[in-house]
C-alpha cells in the first residue's frame, strides 16, 4: 500500500455520499450494508469453497447475537444437543432454534426451503455436518453468498458424552464463536479476481468507522502471515468501492499504474 486509504479524502467523501443517498433515496431505504468492493490484481483461484472466515475488526462490531435469529444445525438427533444448550445460561436464548441434518433434508424443500431462508437472519453449522449443507440448502441460501452457513465447534476438543452434555458440548465457547461471527466481517475466498466485503450498517456506523474497518479488512487480506484466514489477495489490490446492496458503486481507492515488481509484501 502505497499510504493510507484515505490519504486524498476520496474514501470518507464516498461514503458520506453514500450514506446521504441512503437517507434520501427511497430505492435504498431497506439497504442494510455497506460493502466493500474489492478487485484484486490477480484471480485468487479457489474454487467452491464454502466456508466463510471471519476477518477481525478492532474497533467498529457489525452486530450483536441477540439481534438476530440464528439457526444452528447439528448431527442427528438433535434433541441431546439442544436440551445442553438450552439448559446453559450462557447459550438458552442464543439459537431461535437447533435442528438436525436429517430433518432438515427430509421436512425443507422446495417453497418450506425459502420460507427458512426468510425465518431466520443467520445460519450456523456444526463443523461435522457444514460440508453437507451446499446440497441440502441450494442455491436459495448459496446463490451470491446470501446466507452461507457460518461453522461452529460445540467443544474445544472432542469430549466423552456425559449426562445432559452430547459429544462435549461447551455452551461458553459456543457463544464465545458466535459473538465473533457477529461482531466481526467476513469472506468467502472465490476463484476470479473479485470480493465483497459487508464493513458498516446504514444509519449505525459513522464514515469514520467504516474507514477503521475497511483498514482492518484489506490488512487481514493482504497479510501472508494470516493465512490460511487471511491473506488471500495475490498480487495486490487494482481497486476499492464502496456500495450497498442496491446502490452505484463508488471508487475510493485505484492502484497506481506502475508494475508490481514483487509478491514479498502485502499491498495496496
Known sequence: MDG?????????????????QCAADPALSRDAHVQLVINTKKPMGTKNDYVPRIIPLQHSK???????????VVKDPSTPYRTALKADSATSELFADIISVKRLKTKYRGAKLNELFRQFDMVVADHRVQHLLPHILGSA????????????????????????????????YVRAQLRSICRNTWYLPTPDNC??????????????EMLQNIEDVVQFLCDKTKRPQGGAIRGGIKSLFVK?????SLPIYKASEKPVESEDQPRL
Request: glycine share 6%; aromatic share 4%.
Open 4 to 20: 493510507p486509504i484515505d490519504a486524498d479524502g476520496l474514501a470518507s467523501k464516498a461514503l458520506r455520499a453514500l450514506l446521504k
Open 62 to 72: 457489525l452486530q450483536k447475537p441477540a439481534s438476530l435469529r440464528i439457526l444452528l
Open 141 to 172: 441460501f448459496y446463490r451470491s453468498n446470501k446466507k452461507v452457513p457460518f461453522v461452529v465447534q460445540l467443544s474445544k476438543q472432542p469430549q466423552p458424552a456425559r449426562a445432559g452434555k452430547p459429544d462435549g458440548v461447551d455452551p461458553k
Open 195 to 208: 470480493l465483497t466485503v459487508r464493513i458498516g450498517v446504514v444509519g449505525a456506523h459513522q464514515p469514520e
Open 244 to 248: 450497498t446492496s442496491n446502490s452505484v
